[in-house]
């Protein structure tokens, strides 16, 4: 054999190890995405299921962190294709792709027969946005859905992306899910018209099968992430998604030092120490040594992890202070300051969260709680019979199981999704 026989002879074996190696990892995916796929049985079928277009070629699903966009995922591939390898899961936690790129995947994975790459936690990939788009130019075959953080900004801040990827947004159970859970029942959803038109027939038809108020404080302590059905602490679980919440989905995403990272979870506490109420910026800045301007911008980035939510009055958003900042769910209330929870701030974050999906909501007006998408003035209240009535508000009764005219339990705005 010459030199240039022996040459090739090496490049052919060593091209023979690459492609045996591909195989091998392809293989190894697809084992990890048939025992996840095999071992994935989702308490609450999602509606959001439903409500995605799944024949668009780009798929954005954002959430917070433990709302279960993992579970949601693994969920479509056992309903839409079982067993099929025409489909794959991959976690970007895989350190194979430190050494590899999306791109390079896709492609193995279309000469493997795939059509549909559910890619999880795409944000841990750096220069992810870019790839995806060179994907969807190069593999007009290929599907591609991916999950990321609420904290991605897909439409507003990713030019790579706009235009192609449709984006969706996962949510934490609603009472009406954590309801069915816990009850066995099939409840539907209502739109904030059906309730405010029809809310006395509603409730008695959910009161024929079942009290909501006997789960109701069970859902505003641990009922809003699905992470409550582990058998672990529900609180101190919680605590560390929070923390992971800070750690990666902030600092990763929003690229800021880790040794910022203190400060962001001290401003985090003191808010939530505050109660809802409108923040004192310069005495935050000075608690957590730094400027107002980085005071505000940190609390954007809170509201973007789904942390708190801000509100102002009409006509009025950020860069603006608002006029009240709010945890964005009672179970973070309970988990990160449970000695002062009051019943009508835990009242008032149920009412904002539950309504925060398909409403806008604003500071009330004297007397009211919430102006809701500009035209519906509430009013939230802990005691019914306290209540003295005006009928061009609408009341939102705690431990009410049933309303009267413009007086509607608090409970069934948990069944707006």
Same mark, same amino acid.
């Not at 899961?89 to 790459?117: C, D, P, Q, R």
């Not at 897909?154 to 996962?170: F, H, P, Q, R």
């Not at 985090?268 to 505050?274: E, G, S």
């Not at 939230?380 to 431990?399: E, L, M, Q, S």
């Given at each position: 054999?010459?030199?240039? *026989?022996?040459?090739?002879?090496?490049?052919?074996?060593?091209?023979? $190890?690459?492609?045996?190696?591909?195989?091998?990892?392809?293989?190894?995916?697809?084992?990890?995405? =048939?025992?996840?796929?095999?071992?994935?049985?989702?308490?609450?079928?999602?509606?959001?299921?439903?409500?995605?277009?799944?024949?668009?070629?780009?798929?954005?699903?954002?959430?917070?962190?433990?709302?279960?966009?993992?579970?949601? $995922?693994?969920?479509?591939?056992?309903?839409?294709?079982?067993?099929?390898?025409?489909?794959?899961?991959?976690?970007?936690?895989?350190?194979?792709?430190?050494?590899?790129?999306?791109?390079?995947?896709?492609?193995?994975?279309?000469?493997?027969?795939?059509?549909?790459?559910?890619?999880?936690?795409?944000?841990?990939? +750096?220069?992810?946005?870019?790839? /995806?788009?060179?994907?969807?130019?190069? %593999? #007009?075959?290929?599907?591609? !859905?991916?999950?990321?953080?609420?904290?991605?900004?897909?439409?507003?801040?990713?030019?790579?992306?706009?235009?192609? !990827?449709?984006?969706?947004?996962?949510?934490?159970? =609603?009472?009406?899910?954590?309801?069915?859970? *816990?009850?066995?029942?099939?409840? +539907?959803?209502?739109?904030?018209?059906?309730?405010? =038109?029809?809310?006395? *027939?509603?409730?008695?038809?959910?009161?024929?099968?079942?009290? #909501?108020?006997?789960?109701?404080?069970?859902?505003?302590?641990?009922? %809003?992430?699905?992470? %409550?059905?582990?058998?672990?602490?529900?609180?101190?679980?919680?605590?560390?998604?929070?923390?992971?919440?800070?750690?990666?989905?902030?600092?990763?995403?929003? *690229?800021?030092?880790?040794?910022?990272?203190?400060?962001?979870?001290?401003? /985090?506490?003191? /808010?939530?120490?505050?109660?809802?109420?409108? #923040?004192?910026?310069?005495? /935050?800045?000075?608690?957590?040594?730094?400027?107002?301007?980085?005071?505000?911008?940190?609390?954007?980035?809170?509201?973007?992890?789904?942390?708190?939510?801000?509100?102002? +009055?009409?006509?009025?958003?950020?860069?603006?202070?608002?006029?009240?900042?709010?945890?964005?769910?009672?179970?973070?209330?309970?988990?990160?300051?449970?000695?002062? !929870?009051?019943?009508?701030?835990?009242?008032?974050?149920?009412?904002?969260?539950?309504?925060?999906?398909?409403?806008?909501?604003?500071?009330?007006?004297?007397?009211?709680?919430?102006?809701?998408?500009?035209?519906? #003035?509430?009013?939230?209240?802990?005691?019914?019979?306290?209540?003295?009535?005006?009928?061009?508000?609408?009341?939102?009764?705690?431990?009410?199981?049933?309303?009267?005219?413009?007086?509607? +339990?608090?409970?069934?705005?948990?069944? $707006?999704?």
């Amino acid at each position: 054999m010459n030199i240039l *026989q022996s040459l090739l002879c090496k490049v052919d074996n060593y091209n023979y $190890l690459c492609l045996d190696n591909k195989r091998m990892f392809m293989e190894a995916f697809y084992r990890t995405h =048939s025992y996840l796929v095999e071992h994935t049985n989702a308490s609450v079928r999602r509606d959001l299921m439903d409500e995605i277009d799944w024949n668009d070629r780009l798929i954005g699903i954002k959430g917070t962190r433990g709302v279960g966009k993992t579970t949601f $995922l693994l969920q479509y591939a056992k309903e839409r294709f079982g067993t099929d390898r025409s489909c794959l899961f991959i976690n970007m936690n895989n350190f194979y792709f430190s050494g590899h790129t999306i791109i390079e995947f896709a492609e193995e994975f279309l000469k493997n027969g795939g059509k549909v790459l559910l890619i999880d936690q795409v944000f841990k990939y +750096p220069n992810w946005s870019h790839e /995806l788009r060179i994907c969807h130019d190069r %593999f #007009p075959g290929l599907k591609i !859905v991916f999950t990321g953080s609420s904290v991605m900004r897909l439409k507003e801040e990713n030019t790579e992306l706009s235009g192609i !990827v449709k984006s969706y947004n996962l949510r934490g159970f =609603s009472f009406r899910e954590f309801l069915n859970l *816990q009850t066995g029942n099939n409840f +539907p959803s209502y739109s904030l018209e059906d309730i405010l =038109s029809n809310h006395e *027939q509603i409730a008695k038809t959910v009161l024929s099968k079942v009290r #909501p108020t006997d789960y109701f404080q069970d859902y505003l302590h641990h009922g %809003f992430y699905p992470f %409550f059905l582990e058998k672990r602490n529900f609180s101190e679980n919680l605590l560390k998604t929070m923390n992971m919440m800070v750690e990666v989905d902030i600092l990763l995403i929003k *690229q800021i030092e880790l040794k910022y990272l203190s400060k962001i979870k001290k401003l /985090l506490y003191l /808010l939530a120490v505050d109660g809802p109420s409108a #923040p004192n910026v310069s005495h /935050l800045a000075t608690e957590i040594e730094t400027s107002r301007a980085t005071v505000m911008n940190y609390i954007k980035y809170l509201a973007d992890a789904r942390l708190i939510n801000m509100v102002y +009055p009409k006509g009025e958003s950020f860069p603006k202070k608002p006029s009240k900042i709010m945890m964005h769910n009672t179970n973070l209330m309970y988990s990160i300051y449970p000695v002062k !929870v009051e019943e009508q701030d835990v009242a008032e974050t149920f009412f904002l969260n539950t309504l925060y999906k398909d409403h806008v909501l604003n500071k009330g007006e004297k007397g009211t709680s919430f102006l809701v998408d500009e035209k519906i #003035p509430f009013k939230i209240c802990t005691d019914g019979f306290k209540v003295k009535n005006n009928p061009a508000i609408t009341y939102a009764i705690h431990r009410a199981e049933i309303g009267r005219g413009n007086q509607i +339990p608090l409970w069934l705005f948990g069944f $707006l999704y």
